[in-house]
C-alpha cells in the first residue's frame, strides 16, 4: 500500500497528467459507454435545449455553450450525468472542474481531451489507479491542491515523464507489496502465479480489501487465497466489495 506524503504526491501528480481539468474518470467511463457509436459526430446542441440540471452544472460555460464544438458539448453533458450519480461532496469538486474548465484556452482545452483520450485507453487496472490518484488528490487541502498543480507545471516534458514513471512503478510495488506482506520464500512462486491469474477486478478487489485490514490481518487472507483451487478463489474474491469506482 502506499504510504506517507511522498506516496500521495506522486499519485496526485498523476492524476495531474492523466486526468486534470473536468476529464474526470467518470466522465471516461460515461462515454466510453457510448463507444459503439462513436464513429457518428454528435450535433450540436443549443443552450436552450438542455435540461435544469444540465444548464445548471453548466452555469460557467453558458456565454459560450452555443459555439462549443458538439464533441466538446458532449463531454461536457457526460458530466452533468456523473454530477447526477454523484455524492454532495463530489458534486462539489465536479463543479469546480466545469468552472476551471471554462477558464482554459482552447489549447489548454484541446490537452484536457487528450488526456480523457489516453485514459479511455488505458487497462481497467490503469484507469482504477487513475480513480484512486483522483480520490488521494480530492482528498487533500485546497492549498495543497494548489500547490501541486504549481509543481507540475513548472516541471519540463522530460521530468513530466520520468515522474509519471515513477509513480505507476511506487503504485505498482505498493499493490504488491501488499500481499507479499512477511511472505515465506516458498510461497512467492505460487502466490505470484496466483496474482498474475486474476483479472484486473479480482485484483481491485482484492487490493481495496487488505487496505481494509491491519498489516497483521493480511497474512491468513494472502493463506486463505493460496489454499483454495482458481474456481474457489473465484467464488470467494465475488463475496468481498466490489472496488470503488
Sequence with gaps: ?????????????????????????????????????EAVAPARVAWASLGATEQQVLAPVHAEWDQLQPRQQERLRNVVASWQAASPEQRGRIEERVARWARLDPQQRAAAAERLNRF??????????????????????????????????SMSPTERAAFVAGAQAQRRNGAWRELMTDVPP????????????????????????LRTLPDTGRPAVRDHLLGMDEAQRRAYIATLPPPKP
Design 186 to 209: 516458498e510461497q512467492r512462486a505460487p502466490l505470484r502465479a496466483m496474482w498474475r491469474a486474476f483479472t484486473p477486478t479480482e485484483r481491485s478487489t482484492v487490493r481495496q480489501y
Design 120 to 153: 479511455k485507453h488505458m487497462t481497467p487496472e490503469e484507469q482504477a489507479g487513475v480513480r484512486e490518484a483522483f480520490r488521494n488528490f480530492g482528498a487533500l487541502p485546497p492549498t495543497q491542491r494548489a500547490a501541486l498543480r504549481e509543481r507540475y507545471q
Design 1 to 37: 500500500m502506499l504510504r506517507g506524503s511522498a506516496a500521495r504526491v506522486a499519485l496526485a501528480l498523476l492524476l495531474l497528467v492523466l486526468a486534470s481539468g473536468v476529464t474526470l474518470p467518470c466522465a471516461a467511463r460515461a462515454q466510453s459507454a457510448a463507444a459503439p457509436t
